[in-house]
């Protein structure tokens, strides 16, 4: 018993050191692989200390993770961990006027309607990629904000609006608007 | 090589005061219901659990959602989730619970794939080691054998380190003394719960914040060692600032519930101080 169970937490540890690997994690085939590049990193020790571990990484772990990468899915436990590595270049709101009249505006004590939803961890990441025109779920999220319109303010226009500033954010300009009316609420950008 | 094999064998089959573990999975469940009641309380239900057709926002589950055209498994699994995370919580038949929960709450990251972050993914990691581990069976004991404690911490270990390195990529970097990624972060519209207009002029106590938290996730190897509990009070203060100044929701929660193995015996202590108010496995071994 003891004998198995020191080789069990002996495998799953490397298990989640092979697939979670610190920094290397989010290295591809295909990355450093380019003569020019390559060429460029071997100036420095630096560089040459990335060229080696891309190529190490390509060689001899991105083969075992092809193998083990399925164990992860069944369960969503996919060991990779790059969170939180960078912040918003941009200070980016969305704004969303119903009828005219500003209902909500990210980050706007005074306008806060469906901050709840769209502030929620879930639900935050589509408002981010719809503001950066990045989403194929766009309308489905534009779709669900004119139906909490209707069903809260009785609307008949609602305007999306997204803007984009450089910090501090007092600068903005309309990166993308969509607007749609009854009674056909076909969305216009 | 057979010393040291003997060596590995004991270590991980050495015991530990059951009750840090208890504290992690009944912590885990906590989190997990506070994320599900945040659901319905922030009126996203319907947005998370249909698909658009329906006005949800769910759109091409992954090929291993099991329940892909019935609209009524995305409410049933969260029922079935809040439902497991109650019985974990209080302890009634841990085991079964957990491994219901761990899969109503996978096939609910399947469902709707934007929405399953990575402390998602952590807490089911740690759901899957517990499973296994002596604090899910169902005879109730003071001590377990200390090797799930010893993987959560080198599961935060590598979750950390990768934190502080995926950090140096950054432009214009955490280290900027003006508008650095800490203060990007913090003070975003869509997340920040700091005005950037009020912060601007504070870019440098931010890079000392940021460079901070570099500094404290690249040193997370202090985790596997018995320096765990002095490393841990400062994670534990880094996310508690989170909770004030970034809406992440679960995040900084689910990270905490993870800490009573990182402060290790220091766990075991605070908890027998309360031992007059305790019953059944919350007491503490017999000395």
């Not at chain 2, 079935?80 to 109503?104: E, T």
């Not at chain 2, 002095?230 to 993870?258: N, S």
Request: with cysteine.
């Amino acid at each position: 018993m003891h004998q198995i169970r020191g080789v069990a937490v002996l495998v799953v540890g490397l298990i989640m050191l092979v697939l979670g690997a610190p920094g290397v994690d989010g290295l591809d085939a295909d990355s450093l692989t380019s003569p020019q590049q390559r060429e460029r990193l071997r100036g420095t020790w630096v560089g040459s200390l990335e060229v080696t571990i891309a190529d190490l990484n390509r060689w001899f772990r991105l083969p075992v993770v092809a193998r083990l990468s399925p164990l992860q899915r069944p369960l969503r436990i996919a060991q990779s961990w790059a969170l939180y590595g960078v912040g918003p270049n941009q200070s980016r709101r969305m704004e969303i006027r119903v009828d005219g009249r500003l209902v909500f505006r990210s980050g706007d004590a005074d306008a806060t309607w469906l901050a709840p939803a769209l502030r929620y961890r879930r639900v935050r990441p589509m408002v981010v990629n719809t503001c950066m025109d990045d989403s194929e779920r766009t309308p489905l999220l534009l779709n669900a904000i004119r139906n909490r319109a209707v069903r809260d303010f009785g609307a008949e226009e609602v305007t999306v609006r997204c803007t984009a500033s450089p910090w501090p954010g007092d600068v903005e300009r309309e990166v993308l608007s969509y607007a749609a009316s009854a009674p056909d609420w076909t969305w216009s950008q | 090589m057979t010393a040291l094999w003997q060596r590995w064998t004991v270590f991980t089959g050495r015991q530990m005061d059951s009750r840090p573990l208890h504290l992690v999975r009944v912590f885990i469940a906590l989190a997990i219901l506070g994320d599900l009641v945040a659901m319905a309380r922030r009126d996203v239900l319907p947005w998370i659990l249909y698909p658009g057709e329906l006005g949800g926002l769910v759109m091409h589950p992954s090929s291993w959602y099991l329940f892909e055209g019935a609209v009524w498994a995305g409410p049933a699994l969260w029922v079935i989730a809040g439902a497991a995370g109650v019985l974990v919580a209080v302890g009634v038949g841990v085991r079964p619970a957990m491994v219901v929960l761990l899969l109503a709450y996978a096939q609910l990251g399947h469902l709707y794939i934007p929405g399953d972050r990575g402390i998602d993914r952590i807490l089911r990691t740690v759901m899957l080691l517990l499973i296994f581990s002596g604090s899910t069976g169902s005879q109730p004991s003071k001590t377990v054998a200390a090797w799930p404690a010893d993987l959560i911490r080198w599961l935060l270990m590598l979750v950390y380190l990768s934190a502080g390195v995926a950090k140096f990529g950054a432009r214009p970097g955490w280290h900027a003394l003006e508008t650095p990624e800490l203060y990007q972060i913090v003070c975003s519209p869509t997340t920040g719960r700091l005005d950037g207009m009020f912060w601007y002029d504070y870019g440098p106590l931010f890079a000392l914040g940021g460079v901070g938290a570099i500094v404290l996730e690249l040193s997370a190897v202090l985790l596997v060692t018995r320096f765990s509990r002095y490393w841990a009070v400062l994670g534990a203060l880094l996310h508690i600032g989170l909770i004030f100044t970034v809406e992440l929701g679960m995040f900084p929660f689910g990270m905490l519930a993870l800490y009573p193995v990182l402060f290790g015996p220091w766990t075991g202590r605070m908890l027998d101080r309360l031992d007059p108010w305790l019953v059944g496995d919350w007491r503490g071994p017999e000395p």
